[in-house]
């Protein structure tokens, strides 16, 4: 087994204020993001079961990019911690749909 990890800082490419180039992995985690939802029943959703992995290749890339946040950014290890879409989330969909149609 080969594992090729990616530098969070290489994946993503700002273009106008808004993420131009987002991996499948990120994209993934944007199509199944609905409201708020915490990190295992984003997990879940995705059928992903190895925590570290769905950490280094979703959620910190996602998060260092700016579009997801966390609902409690002073405790990232609360219990109750959440993640939501960013506005600019919210646009690199908008984009991402126009540039499919």
Do not use: C, N, W
Request: aromatic share 4%; no cysteine; net charge positive.
């Amino acid at each position: 087994m080969v594992t090729i990890r990616r530098k969070p800082e290489l994946v993503f490419a700002a273009v106008g204020g808004i993420t131009g180039e987002v991996t499948g992995d990120v994209q993934r985690l944007l199509a199944v993001l609905v409201g708020e939802m915490k990190r295992t029943d984003i997990q879940e959703a995705l059928a992903l079961r190895h925590e570290d992995y769905f950490r280094e290749a979703y959620l910190i890339p996602a998060l260092t990019a700016g579009i997801i946040e966390m609902t409690i950014p002073g405790k990232p290890t609360s219990s109750k911690q959440k993640y939501r879409l960013t506005r600019k989330g919210r646009d690199l969909i908008a984009k991402l749909a126009k540039e499919e149609s």
